[in-house]
C-alpha cells in the first residue's frame, strides 16, 4: 500500500472506483463521506499506519507519486513517516504515470534487493 490513512485516502482520492463507492453509499444510506470515513475508520482492521511502526525500515523500499490523485502524496508521507523514512524515491508522476519510470524503479528496486536481502546479484540491471 502506498498510503496510511485510509479513510482520507476515500475522502481525497480520484480514482473512479472510490469515488463511485462514497456515491453508492451515499445514494444508498445516506451519508456524507465523512461519515463514511468514519465507518471505515472504525471497520478497517488492515491499516497500513497501524501496522507501519512493526515494519523495520531498512527492510522497505518506498516509491511515491508526487502528484498522485488515487493514493495522494501526503498519504504517501504520512505512511513513510510510521514507518520510520524508509529509502524513498520522490516521482514527479501520478499514480499511473508512474509507469513511465518502470526501468527506473526496476533498477532501484534490483539494487535495493541485492544490497539488502542479496538476492539477484547476476540481475541485468
Not at 25 to 32: A, D, F, K, V
Not at 88 to 111: C, D, E, K, N, Q
Request: hydrophobic share 40%; glycine share 8%.
Amino acid at each position: 500500500m502506498a498510503g496510511a490513512d485510509l479513510p482520507q485516502i476515500v475522502l481525497s482520492s480520484k480514482e473512479k472506483r472510490v469515488l463511485q463507492y462514497v456515491k453508492d453509499r451515499r445514494q444508498r444510506e445516506g451519508i456524507t463521506p465523512e461519515e463514511i470515513a468514519a465507518d471505515i475508520q472504525r471497520r478497517l482492521k488492515a491499516e497500513p499506519g497501524l501496522w507501519a511502526e512493526t515494519v523495520s525500515n531498512d527492510r522497505v523500499l518506498l516509491f511515491l507519486g508526487l502528484f498522485d490523485n488515487k493514493v495522494p502524496y501526503s498519504s504517501g508521507l504520512l505512511l513513510r513517516e510510521k514507518l520510520g523514512r524508509p529509502e524513498t524515491y520522490i516521482l514527479p508522476l501520478g499514480h499511473y504515470t508512474s509507469m513511465v519510470s518502470a526501468t527506473f524503479a526496476a533498477h532501484h528496486a534490483f539494487t535495493f534487493l541485492t544490497r539488502r536481502f542479496g538476492m539477484g546479484e547476476d540481475c541485468p540491471f
